[in-house]
């Protein structure tokens, strides 16, 4: 069940979201949005080679982001603004988890508002894409 308003606190932490994504999810991922860099699929390619591995999309991520705070909020309220850094790589089958904490809580102009401190960790606890969100609770 998604969280209300009246639950929530600063520091609150959102609940985990772990993704794995294969190299087949990675092709998938580049056929909808467009972004074939042989980087992300390719293990022959250049910078592939010199990594030793493709590595995960950003925006991949930036998507499970996505879902984690629109998971959190179910259908009580909607994103108003999402956005992150791209700080790490992160790999094909290696786990990347989604987490994050209500950072603060507030009334402005008669609306319920908070802000989300989000990031992705890599499987050795490292965040490899720290951002933030803002939601609105509907009333």
């Known amino acids: 069940m998604a969280i209300t308003w009246e639950e929530i606190r600063e520091g609150t932490a959102l609940p985990r979201l772990e993704k794995r994504p294969g190299v087949t999810q990675l092709v998938k991922y580049a ?7 042989p980087l992300h699929h390719d293990y ?3 910078q592939a080679k010199q990594i030793g591995s493709i590595i995960v999309h950003g925006r991949f991520k930036y998507a499970a982001l996505g879902e ?16 992150c850094e791209f700080r790490g790589m992160d790999f094909p089958d290696q786990p990347i988890v989604c987490t994050g904490k209500v950072a603060r809580k507030w009334e402005e102009s008669g609306e319920r508002l908070a802000q989300l401190t989000i990031w992705t960790e890599n499987g050795d606890g490292k965040q490899t894409t720290p951002g933030e969100a803002i939601v609105v609770f509907t009333r």
């Open 44 to 46: 022959g390619f250049p």
């Open 31 to 37: 056929a909808g949005s467009g972004d074939f860099n």
């Open 68 to 83: 984690l705070v629109s998971n959190w909020l179910g259908h009580r309220g909607r994103i108003r603004k999402i956005s």
